[in-house]
């Protein structure tokens, strides 16, 4: 994909670059991953750091939503740093509070953004809604959106464990078409459906169409609780 030629690219130069003066190459690579809960924002990231052979360092910044200007650096801050040493890469995840148009906590994440060296990932559910003064910072965005039958499909797939198989009776396309699911409530119900098959026979764990069918009406039963 066009991001993760960027960010290769990005570790390609710094890696080439590494006996250059400091102010000779970008030290950082800020992107952001925007869509709606379920499009598969934290799956992407997590491909994308897997295909650069990365560890994921993701702080949730949400919980600083009313946090002290102190607590929020110092979050921010020991998140790049811890990602710097380990050469990982670092999500700021549901930054939408965090670095939303007018938040006095926008000048404290800027700051840390450009000290820091390694890339990072901002995700968003609504990109036009963060602080514009970002833009200086954020060099690609991408945003996701809401998952049609074939991709559920995938998506369905996608989450089936080593060891465990589904049933020929199972019908994935037919429930991606039923079930208008993020992918977030996907996971849930591939989730549920494994452990079931465990539960079901341990030795040769398999998937039902009936199985992933009631995991699915879980999943809505539970959403409407």
Known sequence: TPLLSLMQSFRDRTAAGAGLTPFA????????????????????????????????LELDAQRLHDAADNDVERSVYGTLDQA???????????????????S??????????????????LTSR???????N?????VQRLTLETPDAADRAKIFALHLP????????????????????PGALIRNAMQVAVNRAWAAN??????????LQKACHDQIRASLD
């Open 84 to 102: 710097r040493l380990l050469d990982a890469l670092a999500v700021i995840d549901g930054c939408d509070t965090l670095l939303a148009k007018g």
């Open 25 to 56: 190459l970008p030290k950082s690579l800020v992107v952001e991953v925007s869509g709606p809960p379920g499009t598969g924002k934290t799956l992407l990231v997590h491909a994308l750091a897997k295909s650069l052979g990365l560890a994921v």
């Open 126 to 132: 609504d990109s036009s809604q963060l602080d514009a």
């Open 162 to 181: 080593a060891g465990v198989q589904f049933d020929p009776d199972c019908n994935v396309v037919s429930l991606a078409g039923q079930y208008h699911f």
């Open 134 to 138: 970002l833009d200086r910072f954020v």
């Open 202 to 211: 341990p030795t040769a764990p398999v998937i039902s169409h009936s199985q």
């Open 104 to 121: 006095g906590k926008v000048d404290i994440v800027q700051q840390a953004l450009q000290r820091h060296s390694g890339i990072v990932v």
